[in-house]
């Protein structure tokens, strides 16, 4: 997994990073940051079964390119778009442009910054991507692995307490989340002892 700086993201020229992920068919080209933290939070969606990526075409009316991120979702195929500033359009134009994306199997899922940057969830995605690749031993991951299937989901702390693990336990979940190897509950408080682990 690769996660990059974007130093010159506001130059037209900026060359992209990629993003990629257990949930990744393909490396998903990556132009600026704000992509980046909505893949990440997809990534570890429960709701995102994988994503994929779509080169195109162009379709000239209304005027949309079709190549971008794909979330499969359990609701169905959602074409991301991510900027700043959702754009402004008319009901009729909305409508327009719904339809002929519907003809290609998708809908169409716009996020702007202030909904990427929506609080627990951003920073916890942050956190949790922060420790992407951290080793964690087979006998932690077992254990964990194993509470989880006998218990279900618990919180951090309870977890913790059952499996004694050789390693700080947080690290090693957000490691493993990011694997796709379990999941964390990241939307509704901030990562901390009272956030509940599931399994995949």
């Known amino acids: 997994m690769r996660i990059a700086h974007f130093p010159n993201a506001r ?9 990629t992920g257990p949930k990744c068919s ?11 933290d909505a893949l990440q939070q997809a990534s570890l969606a429960f709701s995102v079964r994988s994503i994929s990526y779509r ?8 005027r949309v390119s079709l190549a971008g991120p794909i979330l499969h979702r359990e609701d169905g195929m959602f074409l991301l778009r991510v900027s700043e500033t959702r754009p402004l359009r008319g009901s009729d134009e ?24 929506r609080e627990p ?4 995605a942050r956190a949790v991507w922060s420790h992407a690749g951290r080793p964690v031993s087979l006998m932690d991951r077992l254990k964990i692995g194993l509470a989880l299937e006998e218990d279900g989901p618990q919180p951090i702390a309870e977890l913790e ?3 004694r693990p050789t390693c700080d336990l947080v690290a090693a979940l957000c490691a493993l989340a990011c694997e796709n190897l379990l999941r964390l509950n990241i ?10 682990v599931l399994g995949s």
């Open 11 to 19: 130059h037209p020229a900026a060359r992209p990073s990629f993003f």
């Open 55 to 62: 080169t195109g075409p162009q379709l000239e009316c209304p």
């Open 187 to 196: 939307e509704d408080a901030h990562l901390g002892p009272r956030t509940i």
């Open 121 to 124: 969830l951003f920073s916890n």
């Open 161 to 163: 307490e059952r499996v």
């Open 26 to 36: 393909v490396s998903i080209p990556v132009h600026d940051a704000l992509l980046l």
């Open 94 to 117: 909305s409508a327009r442009l719904a339809h002929v994306i519907e003809c290609h199997g998708l809908r169409l899922l716009e996020r702007d910054g202030p909904d990427v940057r």
